[in-house]
């Protein structure tokens, strides 16, 4: 079982790492929220798996399982919410990275 809570801890390190590499090669908020949202979700969501497997009791399994529920729900919502908040102030939208705007869209038919 611990083989298995290290592999799960390990790809939950490897996509805070991706997050973190997104962070820094994107050249704009939005395409940088949009990883950091993705791949550090799954690595919270996989530190909290991979230790609910390691401690194998029934409160830390039910407290971890919790936690990375709210997680997975709360981290796009509250990411969501940054970004449209940068589209309302007027960030320009790098060129390269996002073809399709749906902001804008709902900004025209108001």
């Avoid at 809570?5 to 050249?27: N, Q, R, S, T």
Wanted: proline share 3%.
């Amino acid at each position: 079982m611990n083989f298995l809570a290290d592999f799960v801890l390990l790809l939950g390190a490897i996509a805070i790492l991706l997050a973190a590499l997104g962070a820094i090669k994107f050249p704009d908020t939005l395409t940088r929220i949009a990883a950091i949202t993705k791949a550090s979700t799954l690595g919270a969501v996989c530190f909290c798996l991979g230790g609910a497997l390691y401690f194998s009791e029934l409160e830390v399994v039910l407290l971890l399982l919790a936690s990375s529920l709210i997680l997975a729900l709360g981290i796009p919502v509250s990411s969501h919410l940054i970004s449209r908040s940068r589209v309302r102030e007027g960030s320009k939208i790098h060129p390269l990275f996002l073809r399709r705007n749906d902001h804008e869209k709902d900004f025209i038919e108001k």
